[in-house]
């Protein structure tokens, strides 16, 4: 009963954070603007850690969060495409830096915590392992796919215009998933998790559409709620049937979950110091947590599971806090030092 007291405690906790402050949207700007993707990561942050529990620690509220833990990466990727569409789009000479600036934020933290990993096994283990300095996380290397993919297309689209481009854009996203499933029987990188891509560039090219479909009333929300709910217990029943529920159901589930806190969400403001916290550091904490985790599964393997829960969940942030805070002025120092700026008005203005 403790365990599950204390686990349940972390997301309670990051939810009064949460509340703290919002407010309703009068202007209706704030759907989906910068500030409101930092507010999602940083709420995703806590669930990143209780999703990837080792066994021997997990508790049956855990593992009922687990279940669904995919639909968090399902959101970075789509904050991920939808971000690169737009700012390709909107933003002067963003393709000219393309490179240089998003190789320096995705590459630089990867680094700093490879490091940090490769003293940590050393302390474990008491053995040097060059391959945590040069391990690539499988987060980092589908957005390097699609880095490549999207350029590619991009300057592409002269011979064959904008709405093709989006189309193979989002076949190509589509099809890498697909293939990731049928031909990787063992460890898979995210197929299911990347079509959060293909929700990125279709809310980026029909937001006016989909901004009005998530404005909430109660049938809406009730309806999403239903299917949530109908679509979650099949998954939970049937999710290691092949194909059909283990790859396309687990889809739509995590679509239409991703709609549901739309609903929820797109008619309030939110965020504050501690949600931006959390936003800020919401890769690194990706990046960090499975080393959190081995290192206090290897010094208190004894210790209890929601204690354990807690343990990591306080020092996966504060470590990620440190990396973040190194390599941001690294960062700042290789990307390119003129500002690019807005051609047009954001559409969430």
């Given amino acids: 009963m403790f365990d599950f007291v204390l686990t349940a405690l972390l997301p309670l906790i990051m939810l009064v ?28 942050c806590i669930f990143i850690v209780i999703g990837h529990t080792p066994d021997m620690y997990k508790n049956s509220l855990q593992d009922m969060m687990s279940s669904f833990g995919y639909v968090r990466v399902t959101l970075f990727f789509m904050m991920t495409g939808y971000g690169i569409s737009l700012c390709a789009d909107r933003k002067v000479g963003y393709m000219k830096s ?8 995705l590459l630089v933290p990867g680094i700093l915590v490879n490091i940090a ?6 302390y474990i283990y008491n053995i040097y392992e060059l391959k945590y300095l040069f391990f690539i996380d ?8 699609y880095y490549v993919f999207f350029y590619i297309v991009y300057y592409g689209k002269r011979f064959y215009g904008e709405k093709a481009s989006n189309i193979i854009l989002i076949t190509g996203v589509t099809l890498s998933s697909f293939l990731e499933y049928v031909l990787n029987d063992g460890f898979r990188a995210w197929p299911y998790e990347r079509m959060g891509i293909v929700w990125g560039i279709l809310l980026y090219n029909n937001f006016d559409y989909i901004k009005k479909f998530v404005t909430p009333n109660a049938v809406k929300v009730l309806t999403f709620l239903f299917l949530s709910l109908i679509l979650g217990v099949l998954y939970v029943k049937f999710k290691y049937v092949y194909f059909w529920c283990e790859y396309l159901l687990k889809i739509v589930l995590g679509a239409v979950i991703v709609i549901f806190i739309f609903l929820l969400s797109s008619n309030r403001i939110w965020g504050n110091k501690i949600m931006s916290f959390f936003g800020d550091i919401f890769y690194e904490v990706f990046l960090s947590h499975m080393i ?3 290192f206090v599964e290897a010094l208190m393997p004894q210790v209890p599971s929601g204690e354990f829960i807690l343990i990591v969940a306080v020092l996966t942030i504060a470590f990620s806090a440190v990396i973040h805070y190194i390599g941001k002025p690294i ?7 003129k500002s690019s700026s807005l051609v047009l008005e954001n559409k969430n203005n």
Wanted: hydrophobic share 40%.
């Fill in 17 to 44: 954070f949460l509340f703290y402050g919002s407010k309703k949207d009068t202007k209706g700007n704030f759907f989906f603007s910068k500030d409101y993707t930092t507010v999602l990561k940083g709420l995703c």
């Fill in 138 to 145: 499988p987060y980092i290397s589908v957005l390097l796919q």
């Fill in 98 to 105: 393309f490179w240089r600036n998003r190789l320096a934020s």
């Fill in 292 to 294: 959190i985790i081995h």
């Fill in 331 to 337: 960062i700042s120092s290789i990307r390119t030092k």
């Fill in 117 to 122: 990993s490769f003293f940590i096994h050393r």
